[in-house]
């Protein structure tokens, strides 16, 4: 135990027994204590046996004892009231049929479930604004819970939608229809949380009930000091109803005190046990009893408290939450408050009349003279008549008749006389009865047949029970009972059944031997039950069906996930296990048959993953059973690797919290420490299912693969890179795994994050490996290099090896490019901010903002004559032109240099790089190269020509606005102007390969050519070409090229 649990219940002990031992004491202010009982009944009475109830689900505010206050859901017992906390009390009586009427004021559906009552579960509910009744027969009495139903109904329940459902028994002041359950004095005691975060959100239904953290607790919707106490007196013995609507599970006890447990969930426990401190689970009802002292003071207190220490409110310091008192009323065992009691009611002939005599007794309620008695007629609002006794002492003898003028008057039938006495004190007690029975004529009603096991597969004895009554017709002894099976006989000629006592109501039963049962057919045989009286008249049949069921149910859909696994691979990160799931179908032999269900909940821990029992109400739903006779599956088991003997496999569970259907989803989940003891390779596990007979099914299986190799992950590339400015990059890789699939991979960038908690790659399979893609944004990058690395996961868990990659990421380039020009001088396009003169064989360069000259011709030596209209810069000081002049160029050092060739210039001197004559590329006009490329990679020769004479080895027509390729060997053409769209009258004189289809070229023309998607291009621009698409790269005009200055060559880095 903590040290500060330890601390806080030594401080609370003695602060409570300062409370039960000394009356007079007075510490925080309590409520005044509330009389211990309960109505009779509530609700409205409609018939003999019939009751209306009526609810409204609204909302209302709950006031806490530190001030503070919350909204509330609940229900209320009229059609403008707020929502009360705990709902309404509803009080019906055994063996009536109660309606409860539901109208839904709240903003979401809401259905109701009422415990413990035989009646079909309500998936539906009332939609918001709608209305919704729900029809029961009350046949047991006890103590049960009535709260919102399956639609979402988690937090619904934790808002305050729940109440008490009270089923009376016939004898009054029991609370089961047993001697040993009588008692003086009643209450409820509801137990429920608050947590503020939950009823002050604005949307409770999607409030996480995994982080439900009360900070109130509360009995009958308050918290101590605000608390009702229960009021009772001295030798009283205290019926305590417990209801726990709560979510946590609550111990109560009373100090001081024993309780004895006489019932739980309504149901009448067969061996009642003293208890002092009872765990109540969230759902569950406890009924108790507990006698105050005969000696105790007035006002002597016993404090009801929760023993695991919910006694407090919020931060408050002073004592709170579950926390009441079992309070002796004032005037003690001096002041006699509690009428006498009434036994030994009989009624006997005397005459024509009928004597009514009773004892009226008030020495264990008071001790006061008995000073009246009084009879009444089947009901206590006629008028009563007086019964005559000695009167002087607290216990008498009391006698009244009936007369035989008013026997003439009574109808034929039973007639119940009520008797009760008063003492001196003016209390008049309880009522006893008897039953003036009339002329019994009619047979014995039989009810209440139960078969057990049923449905059976005929191995085992069936035991079969059922109830004789023949209060309501003759009131005479119960005296036989018989049974056929299949079909009735002649009244006496069937099997007899025991019968237990020899009074009106008796219970009968017989054991039918596993060999009858085994000879029956499989299938539905239904068995008859009839009772005679002692006055020999047998009543009319009652039946129930037999099933014999020898066929296990079928199971299907077996899968294990995740599979393959590598022994390490669980079902999430938080889930370090194998599922493995199947649906498990009962064999269902005939039609028409339902299975009834118990509405009961399923109570999930805040803290563990999920509630996973096979039966949470054993004794109930093997009653339910009993009564249908519907098969339903019971159990599932597995095996791997091979099957073992019926039921030594590893257990499953039903996935929705209970085996009660013919048809269910189960799941059982292998931990991975038992997964990882597999061998590597296939491992088949066996599933099948047992059904509520006994029998086994055959299994059904699914394959669970072990495998470790790792996949591989090859080819990774990132384009583009360099980025150029580009805003993302896509990144790919090809991975393969002999064994898997490949489930999905991951990239990162720099170092290792681990594995799994990388950024996600799409995986598709293409053929036996699958590519690896992602699209990674690098707007906001800066400049620089990344190192991106990739792996894969197969399907089993395994991680390929890491392979990277480098991702350069630089800055969009400048539109910058050199050129020349097929004009020069002062007055014919000058070049914005460079200085005259200007030359046809200058070079000039664009960086993206100004024009520069990079070289001068008549500094360096070239004639006037001089025009290049081709040209590749390597550097400034290094670059290849072509010249236009047919007659020739004279270059220093190299003489006449031809239109059809190239030179270098490097640093002032010349050399000859291409001879177009040599090549075959003659003298003509039409050979003339006018624009040229040089590809870096292989040194090929793009060019195109000023004329449209005839390129060896190339098929005609040709075009100046073609593009050959010379590769060293030979030519060949690779851009057709016409298949581009190019008119004929365009004539390509600047050239710039980018890379396989891709160029920017400039025109000759002077009225500007015509492009497809651009219109005109003047002389002085510049525009891009890419597989089929023209862009506009550069607008001379736009930056002072005026018309004149045509653009003869070009070159970009």
């Known amino acids: 135990m903590k040290q500060r649990t330890l601390s806080f219940i030594l401080l609370l002990l003695p602060a409570l027994v300062m409370q039960i031992m000394v009356p007079g004491f007075v510490g925080t202010a309590l409520a005044a204590p509330a009389a211990a009982t309960l109505p009779g009944a509530t609700c409205t009475s409609t018939g003999a046996t019939t009751r209306t109830c009526d609810l409204w689900a609204t909302t209302g505010t709950l006031a806490l004892p530190d001030g503070n206050s919350v909204p509330i859901w609940g229900f209320a017992d009229t059609a403008g009231g707020a929502a009360t906390l705990p709902g309404p009390a509803l009080i019906v009586n055994q063996g009536e049929t109660v309606t409860v009427n539901l109208t839904n004021n709240l903003g979401e559906a809401v259905a109701i479930r009422f415990l413990g009552q035989l009646m079909p579960t309500d998936l539906t509910g009332a939609a918001s604004g709608g209305a919704k009744s729900y029809t029961f027969t009350a046949s047991a009495p006890g103590t049960f819970l009535y709260e919102a139903g399956l639609l979402n109904s988690q937090h619904q329940v934790a808002m305050g939608l729940f109440g008490a459902l009270i089923v009376r028994p016939t004898t009054a002041g029991q609370a089961y229809g047993d001697v040993s359950t009588a008692y003086d004095d009643e209450a409820l005691v509801i137990l429920s949380e608050i947590d503020p975060n939950l009823n002050n959100s604005a949307n409770p239904a999607t409030f996480d009930l995994r982080d439900f953290t009360p900070r109130y607790w509360l009995i009958n919707g308050k918290a101590h000091p605000e608390t009702a106490e229960i009021a009772t007196d001295t030798g009283h013995r205290v019926l305590l109803r417990y209801i726990n609507a709560g979510i946590q599970y609550h111990s109560m006890s009373l100090l001081g005190a024993y309780q004895t447990v006489l019932a739980v969930d309504g149901l009448l426990q067969s061996h009642a046990h003293d208890m002092v401190a009872e765990t109540i689970p969230p759902g569950q009802t406890v009924d108790v009893l507990t006698t105050m002292s005969a000696t105790a003071a007035p006002g002597a207190r016993l404090a009801l408290y929760d023993a695991a220490m919910s006694l407090r409110n919020d931060t408050a310091a002073n004592f709170g939450g579950m926390l009441t008192f079992l309070t002796v009323q004032t005037g003690g065992s001096g002041a006699d408050t509690t009428g006498p009691t009434t036994s030994g009611v009989a009624l006997t002939p005397s005459g024509g009349d009928i004597i009514v005599s009773a004892t009226v007794d008030d020495s264990a309620s008071g001790g006061s003279n ?18 005559t006794g000695a009167f002087a002492t607290p216990t008498e003898a009391v006698h009244g008749a009936i007369s035989a003028a008013v026997l003439a008057g009574l109808s034929s039938g039973d007639h119940t006389i009520y008797v009760h006495g008063q003492d001196a004190a003016g209390n008049w007690g309880a009522f006893g009865t008897v039953v003036l029975a009339g002329m019994d004529t009619a047979g014995p009603t039989s009810s209440g047949l139960l078969m057990s096991p049923n449905p059976t597969n005929g191995g085992v004895d069936v035991a079969l029970t059922a109830t004789g009554d023949d209060s309501a017709s003759g009131a005479s002894h119960i005296a036989a009972a018989e049974y056929f099976i299949d079909a009735t006989g002649a009244d006496g000629a069937g099997t007899a059944m025991s019968v237990n006592v020899s009074q009106p109501i008796a219970s009968l039963d017989v054991i039918i031997p596993a060999a009858t049962v085994a000879a029956l057919t499989e299938g539905v045989h239904p068995v008859f039950v009839h009772s005679q009286d002692a006055a020999g008249n047998w009543g009319a049949f009652a039946q129930v069906d037999l099933r014999i069921d020898q066929t296990g149910p079928n199971t299907t859909g077996v899968l294990a996930a995740p599979n393959p696994n590598n022994g390490q691979l669980g079902l999430s990160p938080t889930q370090q296990y194998v599922r493995v799931t199947a649906q498990i179908e009962e064999v269902v032999t005939a039609a028409g048959l339902e299975t009834p269900t118990l509405d009961k909940p399923i109570f999930m821990p805040l803290i ?35 099957t073992g003997a019926d039921g030594t496999g590893f257990l499953f569970a039903a996935s929705d919290g209970a085996f009660d259907s013919v048809s269910e989803a189960v799941q059982a ?13 296939s491992h088949t596990i066996y599933v099948h299912g047992q059904d509520v007979a006994g029998n086994w099914g055959p299994f059904s299986t699914v394959t669970l693969v072990i495998e470790t190799d790792a996949p591989t992950v090859s080819g990774i590339a990132v384009a583009p890179s360099p980025t150029n400015g580009a805003a993302s990059v896509t990144l790919t890789a090809a991975a393969s795994d002999a064994s898997s699939a490949i489930a999905l991979g991951e990239w990162f960038v720099g170092a290792d994050p681990g594995q799994g908690n990388g950024a996600p790659m799409t995986a598709t ?38 392979i990277s990659t480098t991702l350069v990421v630089n800055t969009p380039p400048v539109n910058s490019f050199y050129f020349s020009t097929r004009q020069g001088g002062n007055t014919n396009g000058p070049i914005p901010g460079v200085s005259g003169p200007y030359d046809d064989a200058d070079v000039y360069r664009w960086d993206g903002a100004a024009f520069s000259r990079i070289f001068d011709a008549s500094a360096n030596g070239l004639p006037g004559n001089a025009n290049i209209d081709g040209l590749v810069i390597v550097s400034p000081s290094q670059f290849y032109v072509s010249f236009v002049r047919s007659g020739g160029t004279n270059v220093p050092g190299l003489g006449a240099v031809q239109d059809e060739d190239i030179v270098f210039y490097n640093g002032g001197n010349w050399s000859m790089y291409f001879d177009g004559s ?18 870096t990679a292989d040194g090929s020769l793009y060019f195109s020509t000023i004329g449209n004479a005839a390129i060896q080895g190339v098929a005609g027509p040709n075009d100046d606005a073609d593009i050959y390729r010379w590769d060293g060997a030979v030519f060949e ?9 190019l008119p004929g009258n365009a004539d390509i004189n600047g050239l710039v390969l980018l890379g396989g289809d891709h160029y920017y070229i400039s025109f000759d023309r002077d009225a500007g050519v015509n492009v497809p998607g651009l219109g005109v291009v003047q002389d002085e621009d510049i525009v891009e070409f890419n597989a089929g698409a023209w862009t506009s790269f550069f607008d001379g005009s736009a930056e002072g090229l ?6 003869d060559a070009l070159s970009a880095p």
């Open 370 to 387: 008995i000073q009246a008695a009084e009879f009444y007629i089947d009901s206590t609002a006629t008028a009563a008549t007086a019964m």
């Open 608 to 642: 563990m993953g999920a509630a996973k029992t096979q039966t949470t109400d054993s004794a109930r739903a093997a009653a339910i059973n009993a009564t249908s006779g519907q098969p339903t599956v019971m159990a599932a088991e597995g095996f791997i690797g091979a």
């Open 669 to 681: 989940d292998i931990l991975l420490t038992t997964i990882a003891q597999l061998g590597i390779g």
């Open 765 to 802: 399979q293409n053929g036996g490996s699958y590519d690896l893609s992602a699209t990674i944004d690098v707007s906001g990058w800066t400049v620089g290099n990344y190192t991106l690395s990739v792996r894969a996961r197969d399907a089993a868990g395994n991680w390929s090896n890491t």
């Open 918 to 935: 040599a090549y075959g590329l003659d003298a003509s006009n039409g050979h003339n190269i006018d624009a040229f490329d040089i590809d």
């Open 973 to 981: 053409r690779v851009f057709d102007a016409s298949d581009e769209g």
């Open 1042 to 1047: 005026n018309a004149p200055v045509d653009l």
